[in-house]
């Protein structure tokens, strides 16, 4: 650094000014060229949702050709092998598995949130919070297994005529598999929310425990109600998990000791080579895939208005 500076002092005026041309030049080159690269980066991310979308979208008109759009979204038996293609089989499975992991994740989740933002010292945040996020790493291949061979003896002990498949235990660990989600979001949005407001009920003589629940949690409601909206859409489109411990039984049911199948566990099973390509079945997969994207498409949507329609600015 010393060599350089001296030879900076060095230099004369003209080659100080003719050196501090070519950085200013080599500099213009770069802010040229960087949001050209990131223009490009952009139009490749729209090109290839529209090339998901036409891929899905195509498949989905060529099934519909061959099978009713009415029997698709209104009858209840799903069994391709045997022409019966109603999906409300299949979208009842994915709705039970949601239901019950939002009815696991939402309190466990929010109740997290709620140590980690206003009772919790640094200390142990610091221990907490990174256990939450290995929750978040942990494969979901692990988690099948683990509702399979775990959680479900568990179940059976108390259910004796629950299945071995079966709707519980995959809702259960598919809802323990999103708590992460649901607390970070939740802990974000209760986080944002301005110290003055605590500090000014708690000046009215509110306990903590009340400054909690009638302040910084409505005050966070839209942020914490957008963490439930994309948990749920995770939850729909968990795989793993159900085709491990689900099982492959498609019901119209709310019966949750039984085994069902969701519209991912469908996916996974016609695309491991059941059946062959171009066939009224294989065809299914995509028609299948454009409901789930429809599902959290709304939901994804949904918690983008629920954001910006409740948001408190302060």
């Known amino acids: 650094m010393a060599s350089s500076k001296d030879g900076n002092k060095n230099l004369s ?25 990131l223009l490009l980066c952009a139009i490749i991310s729209v090109f290839v949702t529209v090339g998901i979308l036409y891929t899905l979208l195509s498949e989905t008109f060529t099934f519909f050709a061959e099978v009713s759009i009415v029997e698709f979204i209104t009858e209840t038996r799903w069994q391709p092998w045997q022409d019966s293609f109603g999906i409300l089989s299949l979208v009842s499975g994915t709705l ?28 142990v945040r610091r221990i907490i919070k ?6 978040a790493g942990i494969p979901t291949v692990v ?8 959680i479900t003896p568990v179940l ?25 989600m649901v607390a970070s979001l939740t802990e974000d949005a209760m986080s944002s929310v301005p110290n003055h407001l605590r500090y000014g009920a708690l000046a009215l003589g509110a306990t903590r425990l009340e400054v909690t629940f009638k302040v ?25 998990i159900v085709s491990i411990a689900a099982g492959a039984t498609p019901k119209f049911t709310a019966d949750p000791t039984q085994s069902i199948q969701t519209m991912t566990g ?14 009224t079945i294989y065809y299914s997969i995509y028609a299948v895939g454009t409901t789930l994207f429809l599902f959290t498409l709304v939901m994804n949507l949904l918690a983008q208005y629920i954001t910006r329609r409740f948001r408190e600015e302060y």
């Open 143 to 150: 988690y099948g297994f683990f509702a399979l061979t775990f």
């Open 13 to 37: 005026i003209s080659e100080r000014i003719k050196k501090n041309k070519e950085t200013r030049k080599s500099l213009n080159i770069i802010e040229k060229i960087v949001p050209k690269l």
């Open 216 to 240: 910084v949690l409505p005050a966070a409601l839209s942020g914490i109600i957008a963490s439930f909206a994309l948990a749920i859409s995770r939850a729909i489109g968990e795989t793993m």
């Open 156 to 180: 059976s002990k108390i259910i004796p005529d629950l299945s071995f498949f079966n709707a519980l235990s995959a809702g259960i660990v598919v809802g323990i598999m999103i708590v992460p």
């Open 130 to 135: 990174p256990i939450l996020e290995i929750l």
């Open 96 to 123: 039970l598995i949601t239901v019950i992991a939002m009815i696991v994740a939402i309190p466990i989740g929010v109740a997290s949130a709620i140590f980690l933002s206003e009772y919790a010292t640094d200390k």
């Open 266 to 279: 469908y996916i996974v099973q016609v695309a491991t080579g059941d059946a062959g390509y171009g066939t």
